[in-house]
């Protein structure tokens, strides 16, 4: 096969030709003159960002004839030979395919062998991330102390997954993603010098699409030159990549802004009949009011755009939107995007983002408009009067009559809550302790069922009630505040399946009643009373509010209800 693929044949042959990683080929030029090369390298980072290659170049560097130099001069015997594999110093492996002890084993064996034909015999284990714990540990020993002329380089996506004890013993440098300009750059170099005319509009969406790895920008545009038909054109671009022109995402937005579901729907309907990917899409538009946003916090920096070019269409538009809708936009679109994740309707899911975005604008004008706007500017307008004519007294002059009388005392607003007390005093008067034990011993299941069923705001509700009193078929219990009583009293639901639950789990219905702790002591206290008037007073059987009982039966507190009365009395234990 004559044809090779573009990211083979510009495959980079010295440091200048690798992209984006000048942190990393000046820090290895360096050491190169200074001689002052390790024994060991770790070249991590994302895929397409150089680590081969850059693993390649070094060992013809350390091995060139002409050397020490601050790169290989790629014309002796040496580095041609490194180059076309004919050097049997220079060792490739791959670690996905060879990861095993004995793989290992036999290059441990190998390493004290001098090298035959250059200086330094390099080991470039790609994708070292794949070796077995065995393989790892069979290659500690010799990696840390290897022979004066063995050179090792470890390449991997998955830093993460080698042991510690691997990555001590290596000078580790980070392969970062590369940037969209720089790819650009390279793929105008390489179109210039292959002589194939291009669009400059076709390359930044060939380079955006590549999401910073060089070999797969260098794949797309082999597969757009050859789509092309002697240009390669902004169209030929999109088409190849599945991306979404800035011209049809401006129309989009102009019918979001104009909120026009309709024809927003259909332009996207238009989009995916040619074969546009519905997850794709999204990414694009989520760039696409990112982009607007930065450009008007910052227009002067337009190199910050990663999906869009800030023409004047461009333009217009970021004046359109405020930032608070951009806001809500991405947000949409976010969670969206997400719900793509776990669906095969991933059409309808976008459908209905589009359609909530054109409607989010209508939303927010409803919620600022209307009779409440005409009740808040008329006090706003009556608050700047009385504001105006303190300003406008004279100093020293008399309050009015108003201001110098006290302020009345705030009276407790009354509770809305009514509790239900004759059936409560019912309870009280049939209660018996078998039925609150049996009630309290299998709270905590009924709780706990609650939340398997996936009702966890009422089994949080429950979290503060407490059962006090029991009978044959009713319990009373008890919250902490009113408004829990309210709330679960209102959710006959709510009641329904604490009955339902409980049957389930005593063998009994009991229904409840719902009572505020305040009103609960109260209740209490004057049936146990009305039972001392009557001469039928038994004992509780609730089991619960043992001071009660206590201040009932307590003669000094019985002597100072008699002297004081209950209403200047307060009892604390």
Known sequence: MSYQALYR????????????????????????????????????????????SAAKILAKAV????????????????????????????????????????????????????????????????????????????????LEEPPAHVIFILATTEPHKI????????????????TAQAITGRMELILNETGTQYDETALPIISRAAEGGMRDALSLLDQAVSYSRGRLTEEDALVVTGTVGQGMLNAIARFIQKENAAEAVQTLHRLLMEGKDP??????FILYFRDILLYKMTPDLEESLERTMANAEFIEMAGQFSEQAIYEYIAVLNKTQQDMKFTNHARIYLEVALVKMCRMQMRNTEAVSGPEIEGLLEKI???????????????GAAEPEAARQPAKKMSRPTSQFKVAVPQIEKVLSEATKQDIQNIKSRWGSMIGYLNERQMRSQ???LNDAEPVA??????????????????????????????????????KPYRPFVVPEESWLDIRR????????????????????????????????????????????????
């Open 470 to 507: 029991a009978s044959s078929d009713s319990f009373v219990l008890k919250f902490k505040y009113e408004i829990h009583c309210q709330m679960a009293s209102d959710n006959k639901a709510f009641m329904d399946s604490i009955s339902t639950i409980l049957n389930e789990l005593t063998g």
């Open 9 to 52: 044949v510009w495959r980079p042959q010295k440091f200048a030709d690798v992209v984006g990683q000048e942190h990393i080929t000046k820090t290895l030029q360096n050491a190169l003159l200074q001689d002052k090369i390790s024994h060991a390298y770790l070249f991590s980072g994302p895929r397409g960002t150089g680590k081969t």
């Open 459 to 461: 089994a949080a509700l």
């Open 163 to 178: 042991p510690l004890t691997i990555i001590s013993r290596c000078q580790r440098f980070d392969f970062k993603r590369i």
């Open 526 to 573: 004057s049936f146990l009373k009305k039972q001392k008037e009557d001469g039928t007073y038994t004992s509780p059987a609730d089991a619960s509010d043992s001071d009660v009982q206590e201040e009932e039966e307590d003669p000094l507190v019985s002597e100072a209800l008699k002297l004081v009365g209950e209403e200047f009395l307060e009892i604390k234990d």
């Open 63 to 142: 091995n060139c004839e002409n050397g020490p130099a601050a790169e290989p001069c790629n014309e002796c015997s040496a580095c041609r030979g490194i180059s076309d594999g004919s050097i049997q110093d220079v060792i490739e492996i791959d670690a996905a395919s060879n990861n095993g002890v004995d793989e290992i084993r036999d290059i441990r064996d190998k390493v004290k062998y001098a090298p035959g034909s250059v200086q330094y015999k390099v080991y470039i284990i790609d994708e070292v991330h794949m070796l077995s714990t065995g393989a790892f540990n069979a290659l500690l020993k010799t």
């Open 279 to 284: 997850v794709r899409f999204t990414e694009d």
């Open 381 to 395: 307008n009556r608050l700047e009067r009385e504001v105006q004519e303190l300003k406008n007294r004279p100093a």
